[in-house]
């Protein structure tokens, strides 16, 4: 018995030694690789349309109802004017190549949803690196946790290198930010 826990104390010691000495370097999803994301049990379709520089772009929706998606190094994503101010104002590269204990701390002057300037200050840590499950699967994953001041919870992106694209995300539903959204990856197709 006592050879069985030291074997799977081993095990667990060398697992984790092993994940948090993980690295990875950006990468979009191929072309043409379709996701079904699920929140709250509505799901939505994205198709990964190519890459500009740290850019990964997607559409999302169809016919009268497609939206553009721009992922910034893969964590953060736009869809329309307030988010890109907000997004530009973050230095997302510098956690690149995603490594466990990877840190930025920014000031970042935006324009909100209502049209008006704000200033806000963003931490975003890459916390861990760990295996997780969502209906698609499960997935080793780099857990990145964002947290912007005035929020009461952070914004946390699970990035899976093996398809270049956070496959859970959870954060402060905007108009209630005591509550938590979450997004989960439900499908996926190469």
Known sequence: MKLIIATALAATLSYSAVA???????KCPATGTEFTFRS???DAKSVETGQED????????????????RMYWGLVGSVDAA?????????L?????????NKTVQTVNGVGYNGQPYTTNVTLT?????????????FDTFRVEENKAGDSKP?????????????KESFPDWQDPTKLKIYELVSVRK
Do not use: N
Request: net charge positive; glycine share 14%; aromatic share 8%.
């Open 54 to 69: 740290g850019v990964c772009i997607l559409k999302r929706g169809s016919g009268d109802k497609e939206t553009v998606v």
């Open 126 to 138: 890459v916390a861990a690196y760990e295996k997780i499950t969502v209906p698609a699967g499960t």
């Open 93 to 101: 590269k510098s956690l690149w190549p995603l490594k466990v204990g």
């Open 20 to 26: 948090s000495a993980q690295t990875a370097e950006f």
């Open 83 to 91: 988010g890109e101010s907000f997004v530009k104002g973050l230095d």
């Open 155 to 167: 914004r946390t992106h699970w990035w899976a290198p093996a398809l270049g694209m956070s496959i």
């Open 40 to 42: 709250g049990g509505v």
